[in-house]
């Protein structure tokens, strides 16, 4: 039995025996405000080389009423299981499909949402990676691209967005008809609808010869907080940087921007209209973090335009590279562009990405960056920090190892050779070998075919004088958990050494050295015979993806100015080195602490304090030595007081200490400084308590039991939007009783009717780590339910609910011994198997470090 899923053999057989021509697709909204089902018509025209064969075009819908082959009907019956098999294929074939769909809640297929400021019924799609076939009837395949046609009845004042440019509707009386030019040629995951009373502002992209039309949209309830020029300029920026260095025009054409509820992604490259989580509209203040992180994700999904759209990988295991490249490609346009309002973007990838990357790549399920995608099921629990982080660190090696030009120069070939075509990795591999004169087979088997982070340490001998004798770089294999897929091997590594002094108490680079590193041992005798810097920073400038350690001198110098590096790039690796070394328990939580506290204060890139301030949250509540926890808790929340009322008015350093400490207040005195500047009653210059900094601070004092029903109730009336009400939803499941937990738990686990942002607010809610006796009984309950759940549950929501309600707050070999109970026992498939044995391996890692800590 299939179920949903497709194999990557079916696949094969399939793009084997079809060419997909067009599609012609009519989708019957009118029915949208009142939900349910929707029409939908498909009627696909392709060739078979293998007359008589049989084939079969996938589709997930509650009903099916016709389905006619080449002027044949065919029983309603070859229906089942979410395929229509399709028997007796002719050389040119004509099949028509007519199915009853199913609006969802859980922001996969055609999601439907009402918003509850105006009542209004917004839609749009959410196909990757296998969700096209929830709206109509496809070959759900990458390689099987073909022209789409879509023509849209709905209510009479609806805007609808799609991949070609919005027609001029017809029709008249309640609704309308949008008939839209076929799109180029695509894969069915890239192909979208956006529609409902939505507000769009609009601008173009002209440089002389090229005109494309730019649209941002949103609800109308978010349209006084749409800062619509930001999002253009960036736009703007990333058109230009792209073109230029791909040497390939934008090839859709408009390029329309869509914020939309309940987004399950930060955002999606559907072609010419992408869709973002519209929590990207900042309705309140954020810090200059949230701002590049928008950007980031708007030049990433644009970079896919060209690499993935235009051109895209035959089979999901080249999922990785789509990710990497337009990963790579954000950052490094942030980097460079003049028009770049974040050129420190390298601190933020290694801040954020690198960091994502290390974690993922030392869990039990951790793999080849090229993973065995086998089936739909892998992919689907396959974006992962290997698929994006790792990725797209080790194409930053690979620019480093080929030269950025040389890669440029490959890239601008593979889009002219494969433009509107599929392909795989070898295909760029090629093109870049071509541009730059490397071998690429060591280096793409030892990078991309292992799996572990190798650890890069320095030998460091140093004279009585203080002069260096010798210095070399010692390399380690990876320690792969265990049942870690992959080999752990030795790699190439382009480095830079980092040579720093303090000079006016700043720690400055005075040199810097690019090297090689190969094998166990790489001597770096450009060093001999100088004198010792006060700091050697190993993978300086990040070039490479390794973990570093420090000499015990640099180690030393670095505890005591970590924030008196003058470049934001070796603050944030050492910071990054001190949360690994946390992590691995070779550093005490205390002592991590204890460097935050003094390192922060002098942190001005507010992307890393935040990053820290997280950090530390999580090692005080998982890494800490329970014995000393609340002394920990407690001194870190009275320097969150301080800094917030130390730190510049309305600066975004006071924002974030605001935030932490609404996370981390636990004395009566600091409680009531969070109930005074909710009530108004307390002021503090600069801050504005607004609506989401007020539901942060309320969300503190209902998990301290210091909130009530009623003032939640209250909060949610000034705040009554789709927000409001998931906010409302976490601050109820946060409440310190045994029945707000009761009602949690069964409104996410015993009932299915949560949206997807309903049921993440409320499982945030529900795990409080301050609430572990309170939360103590639901261990024996998630291990009862969670098999269930994964099999009952869409893709989305099963994900959300068996990652969400782990017993994560519970260290104890209790806690593991339940786990392993039941993996031995429950017979999970696959992909629940791996999410239960990565949340396992996170109470594993608490316990060391806990241990080390003591
Ligand atoms: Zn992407």
């Not at 009761?742 to 607010?761: I, R």
Request: net charge negative; with cysteine; charged share 25%.
């Amino acid at each position: 039995m299939p179920g949903t899923n497709l194999t990557r053999e079916e696949a094969r057989t399939r793009a084997a025996l079809l060419a997909v021509d067009a599609y012609e697709i009519e989708l019957d909204l009118s029915s949208a405000r009142e939900g349910g089902t929707f029409r939908s018509t498909t009627v696909v025209r392709f060739t078979s080389t293998e007359p008589g064969a049989s084939t079969f075009i996938d589709l997930v819908a509650p009903a099916v009423t016709e389905i006619v082959l080449n002027g044949r009907a065919l029983p309603l019956e070859n229906f089942a299981d979410s395929r229509i098999a399709l028997p007796g294929l002719a050389a040119e074939n004509e099949l028509r499909v007519v199915a009853d769909c199913a609006y969802t809640n859980t922001g996969e297929g055609l999601h439907r949402f009402v918003d509850p400021a105006d009542g209004e019924t917004y839609l749009y799609t959410q196909f990757e990676v296998p969700d096209a076939r929830r709206v109509f009837a496809n070959f759900e395949q990458p390689d099987l691209k073909a022209t789409f046609a879509f023509t849209v009845t709905a209510p009479a004042g609806w805007v609808v967005v799609s991949n070609s440019p919005t027609p001029e509707p017809a029709g008249d009386g309640d609704t309308r008809v949008w008939t839209f030019e076929p799109t180029p040629r695509m894969s069915t995951y890239i192909t979208a609808l956006i529609a409902g009373p939505y507000v769009g502002v609009f601008d173009s992209y002209d440089n002389g010869a090229q005109h494309v039309p730019f649209g941002v949209y949103c609800r109308p309830s978010l349209r006084e907080f749409l800062d619509a020029d930001a999002i253009f300029a960036v736009t703007r920026q990333g058109f230009d940087y792209f073109q230029e260095k791909f040497d390939f025009p934008y090839p859709f054409a408009k390029y329309d921007q869509l914020f939309v509820p309940e987004f399950n992604a930060g955002a999606m490259e559907n072609a010419g209209a992408v869709t973002f989580r519209d929590q990207y509209v900042f309705r309140s203040k954020v810090t200059d973090a949230s701002y590049e992180a928008r950007a980031a994700t708007i030049l990433h999904e644009l970079a896919h335009m060209w690499f993935g759209d235009l051109v895209t990988m035959e089979w999901w295991n080249d999922l990785w590279l789509n990710e990497s490249f337009a990963t790579f490609a954000e950052v490094v346009c942030q980097a460079e562009s003049p028009a770049s309002q974040w050129p420190h973007s390298w601190t933020t990838f290694a801040n954020q990405m690198k960091t994502w990357a290390y974690r993922q790549d030392q869990l039990p399920s951790t793999h080849p960056i090229m993973a065995e995608i086998n089936d739909l099921e892998d992919v689907q629990v396959n974006f992962d920090g290997i698929t994006y982080a790792k990725g797209a660190s080790v194409l930053k090696q690979l620019v480093a190892y080929v030269g950025q030009d040389a890669f440029f120069q490959g890239v601008r070939a593979y889009f002219k050779r494969h433009a509107w075509g599929n392909t795989r990795l070898a295909d760029l591999l090629g093109a870049l070998e071509e541009a730059s004169g490397r071998d690429l087979r060591t280096w793409s088997t030892a990078w991309l075919e292992t799996a572990g982070i190798n650890v890069l340490r320095p030998e460091l001998s140093v004279a009585a004088d203080g002069t260096i004798e010798s210095f070399a770089v010692l390399q380690e294999a990876p320690a792969l958990p265990a049942g870690a897929r992959g080999e752990a091997v030795l790699r190439p590594h382009r480095i830079a050494v980092g040579l720093y002094e303090l000079v006016d108490g700043k720690l400055v680079r005075t040199d810097r050295i690019e090297l090689d590193v190969d094998g166990e041992r790489t001597a770096v005798p450009q060093l001999t015979g100088r004198p010792r810097p006060a700091v050697l920073l190993l993978n300086d400038d990040d070039l490479s993806y390794a973990k570093v350690r420090l000499d015990a001198d640099s180690l030393a110098v670095v505890t005591a100015h970590l924030g008196d590096f003058a470049d934001s790039l070796p603050r944030a690796l050492c910071w990054a080195s001190a949360w690994d070394m946390t992590r691995d328990g070779e550093l005490a939580t205390r002592d991590y602490l204890a460097l935050a506290l003094s390192g922060l204060q002098r942190e001005s890139d507010i992307g890393v304090v935040q990053s820290v301030q997280r950090q530390v949250k999580l090692a005080l509540e998982l890494y800490a030595d329970p014995a000393w926890r609340e002394e920990g808790l407690q001194r870190w929340a009275a320097a969150a007081q301080t800094a917030l009322h130390e730190a510049p008015a309305g600066s975004d350093h006071q924002l974030a200490w605001a935030r932490t400490l609404a996370g981390a207040a636990r004395t009566d005195d600091q409680l009531a400084l969070l109930a005074g500047l909710l009530d108004g009653s307390v002021e503090i210059d600069g801050l504005a308590v607004d609506t989401e900094l007020r539901w942060a601070l309320l969300g503190r004092l209902a998990a301290t039991g210091r909130a009530d029903e009623a003032a939640i109730d209250a909060e949610l009336a000034r705040d009554n939007t789709s927000s409001g009400q998931e906010h409302a939803a976490t601050c109820r499941a946060a409440r310190p009783t045994a029945e707000a937990k009761a009602a949690a738990w069964a409104s996410v686990v015993e009932s299915d009717t949560l949206t997807n942002y309903v049921q993440e607010a409320v499982i945030a809610g529900f795990q409080q780590p301050d609430q572990r006796d309170l939360l103590a009984a639901y261990t024996e309950k998630y291990f009862a339910s969670v098999k269930q759940v994964w099999e009952t549950r869409s893709h989305e929501i099963s994900q959300q609910i068996i990652g969400g309600l782990y017993p994560s707050y519970a260290v104890s070999r209790a806690t593991l011994d339940a786990t392993d109970a039941w993996l031995a026992t429950a017979d999970p498939a696959p992909a629940l198997r791996r999410q239960v044995v990565e949340a396992r391996a996170g109470v594993e890692r608490a316990l060391r470090a806990q241990a080390a800590d003591r």
